[in-house]
């Protein structure tokens, strides 16, 4: 895993107001878990191509593409 978070592609954000007003309309708009928001906030604040999740859930959502992942190995 840690060859993961270190291979590069990964940016860290910090929550900031800015992220949590667009969360706070992902939970309204869409009914998300506030984690579930954050999440899907940050990966939208980021530009991200792809969100990767466990969470199979975020992925009906089509404000972003997510990829729900079984296992890292």
């Not at 949590?20 to 940050?42: E, P, Y």
Request: hydrophobic share 45%; charged share 30%; net charge negative.
């Amino acid at each position: 895993m840690d060859r993961f978070f270190t291979g590069g592609g990964i940016e860290i954000l910090s929550v900031d107001d800015e992220l949590v007003d667009i969360a706070t309309d992902l939970q309204k708009d869409f009914s998300l878990r506030t984690i579930d928001a954050l999440h899907v906030s940050t990966a939208i604040r980021a530009r991200a191509d792809v969100l990767l999740t466990r969470d199979g859930g975020i992925a009906r959502y089509a404000m972003i593409r997510a990829v729900r992942i079984e296992r890292i190995t």
